[in-house]
């Protein structure tokens, strides 16, 4: 069983920064396809970004993301991050780190969020 932990979320003007963090344990030696999705109230959970936690760490973006977020692995310390640039109002929500013990299928995993099943509680992300 794998147990995600998130960090780093708060409230921050729009153009600024933030960094969230997930931190893993169980079975971390498995690899296995993260990612970060976010949630807005009465809407469905969104894909951000993903990463393979093998060798060649291979990432997916969102395309509302792509040139502002930059997702990576620290397989040493069991961490994931998510580097936020460039933030707007739009990207207000709550994040969630996720997992799944198998490899990444592409972009396609940001699709819907069936396609993780070990979940964080999530961290908020306020940008005004």
């Known amino acids: 069983h794998v147990q995600l932990v998130e960090s780093g979320g708060g409230s921050v003007q729009a153009g600024g920064s933030l960094r969230l963090s997930c931190a893993a344990s169980?079975?971390?030696?498995?690899?296995?396809?993260m990612a970060w999705f976010r949630q807005v109230p009465g809407k469905e959970r969104e894909g951000v970004a993903g990463?393979?936690?093998?060798?060649?760490?291979?990432?997916y973006y969102a395309d509302f993301v792509k040139g502002r977020f930059t997702i990576s692995r620290h397989n040493a310390n069991n961490a994931l991050t998510l580097q936020m640039d460039n933030l707007t109002p739009e990207d207000t929500g709550m994040y969630y780190c996720?997992?799944?013990?198998?490899?990444?299928?592409?972009?396609?995993?940001?699709?819907?969020?069936?396609?993780?099943?070990?979940w964080g509680q999530g961290t908020q992300v306020t940008v005004s």
């Open positions: 996720t997992a799944v013990r198998r490899s990444c299928a592409g972009t396609q995993d940001l699709a819907s969020s069936k396609n993780f099943n070990y």
């Open positions: 169980g079975y971390t030696y498995i690899r296995k396809c």
């Open positions: 990463i393979w936690t093998g060798t060649v760490g291979s990432v």
